[in-house]
């Protein structure tokens, strides 16, 4: 089932048409009486970066990456 509403209301409330659209759902626009669109709201996306994507990526990292921080040598002594 989907709301139906006129262009003019659409073209006033679009903001709030979509924020409250869950995917999937449709609102049909019409003028005249006639449907001219839908407003549909996308899916949610994923995140970018699949789990292992990055194995055989070369990384660098400094010899001394873990060394202690000269800023903090009086704690760590």
């Known amino acids: 089932m989907y709301e139906t509403i006129t262009i003019e209301e659409a073209q006033a409330r ?3 048409l979509i924020g409250k ?3 999937g759902e449709e609102v049909l626009i019409t ?3 006639q449907p ?3 407003l549909t709201r996308q899916p949610g996306g994923q995140w970018p ?3 292992g ?3 055989n990526t070369p990384h ?3 010899p ?3 060394a202690p921080l000269d800023d903090f040598k009086e704690y760590m002594e």
């Open 53 to 55: 994507s990055a194995k």
């Open 31 to 33: 003028e005249d009486d």
């Open 60 to 62: 660098w990292m400094a």
């Open 14 to 16: 679009l903001a709030e």
């Open 21 to 23: 659209l869950n995917p």
């Open 49 to 51: 970066c699949q789990p």
């Open 64 to 66: 001394d990456f873990d």
């Open 36 to 38: 001219v669109a839908k």
